[in-house]
């Protein structure tokens, strides 16, 4: 059974900097789609960025291009969202999840993914 945890939320001021860490056991996540997604109260969970199987290719939503990188470290089965120039509308809950079932192409469907972490709170505030 895949269990995902995440960390490394926060509070922090628009400008600034936050590392999410996702850490995986029981399945070897390198070999499939591993995204990350947010969700703002009163809002749908949103893509935000992806990563997808042994290629690494990386994909991001239009509103992070640019300001968020993920990567991951497969030694540590752990994948990672470095979120730069932080702003207030980054702020929600950030989930990661894994896409074990074959990949349709569309990373940032909430529905293709079947296993989810617990998620972690960003709050971008001055």
């Known amino acids: 059974q895949l269990q995902l945890v995440e960390s490394g939320g926060g509070s922090v001021q628009p400008g600034g900097s936050l590392r999410l860490s996702c850490t995986a056991s029981?399945?070897?996540?390198?070999?499939?789609?591993v995204g990350w997604f947010r969700q703002a109260p009163g809002k749908d969970r949103e893509g935000v960025s992806g990563?997808?199987?042994?290629?690494?290719?990386?994909l991001y939503s239009d509103s992070v291009k640019g300001r968020f990188t993920i990567s991951r470290d497969n030694a540590k089965n752990t994948v990672y969202l470095q979120m730069n120039s932080l702003r207030p509308e980054d702020t929600g809950v950030y989930y990661c999840?894994?896409?074990?079932?074959?990949?349709?192409?569309?990373?940032?469907?909430?529905?293709?993914?079947?296993?989810w972490g617990q998620g972690t709170q960003v709050t971008v505030s001055s």
């Open positions: 999840a894994v896409d074990t079932l074959p990949y349709d192409g569309n990373w940032a469907d909430v529905s293709n993914y079947d296993y």
């Open positions: 990563i997808n199987g042994p290629a690494g290719y990386t």
């Open positions: 029981g399945l070897q996540i390198e070999y499939y789609v």
